[in-house]
């Protein structure tokens, strides 16, 4: 379940800083039809753009062209996720590479798997590894493109348009929903590190995969799913207890609220919170990855057709435990178990808290929100073409004062001492700066952030910039200059 918290009033708020958003040259050639989405690639300088029935891959390093998916979806393709590396595939010449697999999720109700061709394209694949930014990377390329991606394996179960695809942490499941109302669990059970003597069974060894739990308690169409990143909070102190797994999948969906689940001790996936407080379709849906202060738990983003972006905290387990302890003493009900059906109490089991709503900027749907994992910056895009940065600051709170009868009553009469120390503590969120008409006329879909490789980079694999794709095509990069 899901409640909102006013925290106490701060004391002092450190100082904003102030930053400039500027456009980038925009990646070449122009896609001239309605892009839904751009996925950077977790480690090489790739980016995946969704359009129509395909998927073009740009280069970060050329800002062009650097691959296209064709010929696998007869309708729009919504979504794009990279596998993270599982395994490695062998070269010809003795090297190793990780193998490069991105799944589609489209309108004609199935999910794409489709890995890189590593044969006689390794050595362009190398160059793109290793950042050359010279024009010998698309050398060949053109000729021999449609060869360079092949369509593995085809997901199918869902009964209408897949809006979103997504892979765990570690790259063993795969999330896929649907109009349809459900949530589906992919586990991929290839062998991820085939030998040489299994070249000849590579394609059935590397591409099985088994559905292992199909969602289906939104009552509305599921726009997205993403999973918590494996950052130190959680699996720290903070986490929940380890009575389920440590992957956590959240879900948004048309019937205004987030889900939360998890897979039980008995490897069933359970919902454990339903977040609720949006007054329309929830969007998306993202996870904090930039680790928090003390290994917390990672925070999630919401936001939808509100214009309302939410901050959503899990509760420190000694909270809920005291609270617990406190509500059976009086003889109540655990705050997830009134008015939840039999069936749903012993899965609710996760106290999730509305800890903040951003300033409200957009006039429209909001459809897409980035939050940094190196400056904790949030950006946002939607309906009206408005892009908006926002940062958090983090306050002071004072120790809260006693009147006299209490400092008396506590102290025994004696002096009261003055050892309170103030506690710091997530603070507000302030908007940066915003840039209006950033696709022209033209809806933006999304926005990422991700790392720069381009020749005005001046820390290559280090620098991060903004990514938007928008209904009139085009993939536009932002240098975000912070002041």
Known sequence: MATETSAPAP?????????????????????YQRAWASIPHPTLPLIATCHHHSVTVFSLSTLSKHSVLTGGHTRSVRSAAWQPPRGKVAFGNGKEAKRLRLVTGSFDTTAGVWTWDQGRREERLEREVRLQNNSEGDKGGE?????????????????????????????????????????????????PNPSSEEEEEEDEDEDEWETVAVLQEHDGDVKAVTWCPDVPGRKSKYAPPRRYGDDVLASASYDNTVRLWREDGDGEWVCVAVLEGHEGTVWGVA????????????RLLSWGADEVVRVWSLRDPEEEEEEGHAAG?????????FGVPNTMRRSLKEEWECTAVLPKV?????YS?????????????GSDG??????????????????????????????????????????????????????????????????????????????????????????????????
């Not at 000729?143 to 942490?169: A, F, I, M, Q």
């Open 143 to 191: 000729e021999e493109e449609e060869d360079e991606w092949e369509l593995t394996l085809v997901l199918e179960g869902h009964e209408n348009e897949v809006k979103s695809v997504n892979y765990s942490p570690s790259g063993q499941y795969l999330a896929t929903c649907s109009r349809d109302k459900s949530v589906w669990i992919w586990e991929d059970v290839g062998n």
């Open 329 to 337: 003493a009086a003889g109540g009900n655990n705050s997830w178990g």
């Open 386 to 483: 408005v892009l908006a940065l926002y940062q958090e600051t983090t306050s002071t709170i004072a120790p809260e004062k006693k009147t006299e009868e209490e400092d008396e009553e506590m102290t025994n009469g004696d002096a009261p001492t003055t050892n309170a120390t103030a506690a710091t503590a997530p603070g507000s969120w302030k908007v940066l700066t915003t840039v209006k008409s950033a696709h022209g006329p033209y809806e933006i879909n999304h926005i990422t952030w991700c790392k720069r490789y381009d020749a005005g980079s001046e820390r290559k694999g280090e620098e991060e910039m903004l990514v938007t794709t928008g209904d009139d095509g085009v993939v536009r990069p932002w240098q975000v200059r912070i002041q």
């Open 11 to 31: 004391t002092t708020t450190t100082t904003a800083t102030t930053a400039e958003v500027t456009p980038l040259p925009a990646f070449s050639p122009d896609l």
């Open 369 to 381: 929100v980035a939050w940094s994992t190196e400056t904790g910056l949030l950006a946002s895009v």
């Open 287 to 298: 996870w904090e990855g930039k680790p928090r202060e003390n290994d917390k738990f990672p």
């Open 362 to 366: 957009h006039k429209g749907d909001i």
